[in-house]
């Protein structure tokens, strides 16, 4: 990251609890086009064996697909894990998080998700 401070976001919330299944939190435009880390903190848990999985994926222009271009190690315990990106690494102008809770008995994670680049 460069000697200048970047800007910083909170993607969701501390407390923020996903229930079983998959959801997704978009980012139209894109991320920043400099350096940065996406960070993941998994806070608390309850059901059976739940795990959280992130998967950060780019839509094709063409197909309109989505493809998977960076993943965390699925989380099955209290946990924080990052993703580090260079300038360009994500430079379609869709991006996603698809998140993913798996598990039974009503599986929750709750996590908080943040972002913070180096200035442009």
Avoid at 4 to 22: D, K, W
Avoid at 59 to 73: C, E, F, K, N, R
């Amino acid at each position: 990251m460069s000697g200048t401070r970047g800007l910083e976001y909170t993607l969701a919330a501390a407390g923020t609890v996903h229930a079983e299944g998959v959801s997704t939190i978009s980012f139209p435009g894109g991320l920043p086009r400099s350096e940065g880390i996406l960070f993941f903190d998994y806070t608390a848990e309850s059901g059976t064996a739940p795990t959280f999985d992130v998967d950060v994926q780019a839509q094709d222009p063409v197909s309109g697909s989505w493809m998977t271009l960076a993943s965390i190690t699925q989380m099955d315990a209290i946990a924080t894990q990052a993703i580090v990106y260079s300038a360009n690494y994500f430079a379609s102008n869709n991006l996603r998080l698809q998140i993913t809770i798996g598990g039974s008995a009503t599986p929750t994670c709750t996590v908080s998700i943040g972002l913070a680049h180096a200035a442009q």
